[in-house]
DNA sequence: TCAAGTTGATAATGCGTTTTATCGTTCCGT
DNA sequence: ACGGAACGATAAAACGCATTATCAACTTGA
């Protein structure tokens, strides 16, 4: 076991009889207007170099070019959920492809401790994310306050989804769910409906505000009355029975949210011996990762998380390669419809039925 | 709008109001007899560090040869692969799971150029691994050159599967395909079963030459003799003719490498009007990431992917923390066997009729 | 013949750490 | 009062390369 040196550029340079300087030169083809090195000295130090098996240390390469090329990837989950696979993946073969396409290498940040069994950006106050160039940042919690610190260090990342803070802006790739929501609901209108009740989980991510900003667009835009009532928030109550409430409004159509109560809907609605599609349509605001109990194709819209992910990393790409790191720039990609045959136009006898039973129309 | 720059070291130092070395000391509390910083020193220094948001550069740290906590991945293939999704994963969740618990982060290199379509460890002769500790290396079908150039580089790294090096062994976390392969073959001689073929993939990839070797054991120490043709290892011709070939020769029980061709096996068997397992029984040496087209469960062995992937990473911290970096480790885990109900014990009447019709026995 | 280019190549500096020998000071025991 | 520890901290070299201003020598044109 001898430690084995490999050659370095003072090795080839002494064999070439030239300076470091224009073995570095030769080597990376740098020669322009002011550095001339005539094509027989070249091939002298190509030569040494070869002779020698001579490589660039990367490492050194990077510490002179002030840049590591590297970028880093941080969830604030684990990286790799065994649970939540699905969700994570796609987003993940985006950065992948595109850091590949832009020469960038990933930092996994693994190491960062999970207090609380979650993935915290800083540890011990100290932000190590800072060992790449910069970051794209993954997650469905994240937390705020560390997310504005990094903006006040100056830090340069971009977000895979929308987010905002209390105080500023920042650069993110994002799906435009209101555009896709509404456009949901224009499909479920243009069958007929109309009283759609949003079925949702009471958190405020700005996700989950886009949807509902977008159905309650759609419904102002068609100058179609909304009852309050009719967004529910899932929170203590009993699903079924407000599914059985909102049949008795004279509800025909659904949107929910995707998530892990999205079969319990279909659930409820068996219980309740609600026919589906005939007697209440349903529509998923996302893609659906797990089957649902049923035997239809739902009606979702697809997230395009590969190509969000791809479009994080050419950004941050953008923003490294810019004066001003710290700029803000924002990507929304559309959603694509997906429609199931789980909506059909309402029944009008059903809907007559049921203005009997509900509120006055 | 000002260019941003990471903090450095000597940032932090005039801010703490002291040298740079002892920013190092402290920040890697490196104290040891002879240097000593007081702990009002080292407070200052913390907060300094703190409130700059400074993290040590990591390439700087490589550069004048210490450890900066950064393990490589690398993969002949694209890291999320969107066909063989199933196939990376579950190293990657163990991976990820030992690097947490070891405080190590990781780096994939996605950068490296993809000629050919395949990954490389070295673009233009230069190695960009280095800018890692050490680095665990997982693919199918790497190139045995860049690996052996690995060894001479003396770059520390493990291997996710056995291989092996034309010129020394190298480390690895491996699965037992052979005592997994053994085990299933006596699960069949146990069940009756005297004539038993093995179908593959004609590869000599260091896992599917275990799984024959383990074939070829379990032969050997039942003494029971073995026709070199029942090992077909699938090539050009029709796997039809060769399944009734093995059946007119009294082949009672077949084991099959998993991969593209094992659910054609099925449906060889279904051409033929083989009655499976009845007529035929049917075992494979891995688990199947798709579902066959069949109604039965097949009999499999899982390979402990996610137990490779930690063993590899702990395997490569052990390495790193050892004197000699180049040592050879290696670690081979069992494979669990999954009994399914696609096994069963030979018909004594199939297999007197098929004497006759079969070779001399 | 001389000023003005052109050619070929280099010296010097910077990149951000780690590491170790060394140095001045204070303290203690006698 | 003095030799020797213990203390606190640093200077400086090393790591291997990239970059750029500069320089000497050689041409060229008038």
New interface residues.
């Given amino acids: ?1 001898r ?2 040196k ?1 050659p370095r550029m003072t090795d080839v340079a002494l064999l070439a009889g030239v300076s470091p300087a224009t073995v570095s030169l030769v080597i990376n083809n740098r020669l322009s207007g002011n550095v001339r090195i005539p094509p027989d000295t070249q091939q002298r130090v190509l030569a040494a170099a070869r002779s020698l098996g ?10 002179a070019g002030a840049r ?3 970028l880093g ?1 941080f969830t604030f989950d ?3 959920p ?1 649970q939540f ?1 699905d969700f994570y ?1 796609p987003f ?2 985006g950065v ?2 595109a ?2 396409e832009l ?9 960062t401790s ?1 207090r609380d069994g979650r993935r915290h950006l800083y540890r ?8 790449a160039d910069g970051a794209v940042l993954l997650g469905s919690e994240e937390d705020k306050e560390e997310v504005q610190r990094l903006v006040e ?4 990342f971009v977000f895979i989804g929308r987010r905002d803070l209390p105080h500023g802006r920042i650069s993110y790739s994002a799906a435009d769910y209101a555009a896709a929501t509404q456009e949901m609901m224009d499909y479920l209108f243009d069958l007929g409906h109309r009283r759609i009740a949003y079925l949702g989980a009471p958190v405020v991510t700005e996700s989950a505000l886009d949807r509902r900003r977008g159905f309650q667009e759609a419904y102002r835009q068609r100058a179609i009355p909304l009852d309050p009532q009719w967004i529910w928030l899932h929170a203590e109550r009993n699903l079924t029975a407000v599914l059985g409430t909102f049949l008795k409004q004279g509800i025909t159509a659904v949107v929910a949210e995707t998530g892990p109560f999205a079969p319990l809907i279909v659930q409820s609605c068996h219980e309740l011996g609600v026919k589906l599609p005939q007697d209440l349509s349903l529509a998923f605001l996302g893609d659906l990762s797990d089957e649902l109990p049923w035997e239809l194709e739902a009606t979702t819209f697809a997230i395009p998380r590969q190509e969000m992910g791809a479009a994080a990393v050419k950004l941050l790409a953008e923003l490294l390669a810019q ?5 803000v720039r924002q990507v929304t990609l559309p959603c694509r419809l997906s429609l199931g045959n789980s909506c059909t136009g309402p029944r009008t006898a059903a809907v007559a039925g049921v203005d009997l039973l509900g509120r006055a129309a």
């Fill in positions: 076991m430690t084995y490999r001579y490589v660039a240390n990367p490492v050194a390469q990077s510490l590591n090329r590297l990837v684990a990286i790799f065994v696979r993946y993940l073969v992948e492809h850091a590949e020469d960038f290498d990933l930092v996994l940040f693994t190491s999970t011990q106050g100290v932000n190590r994310l800072r060992l260090e100056q830090y340069p004066k001003d790191v710290t700029a």
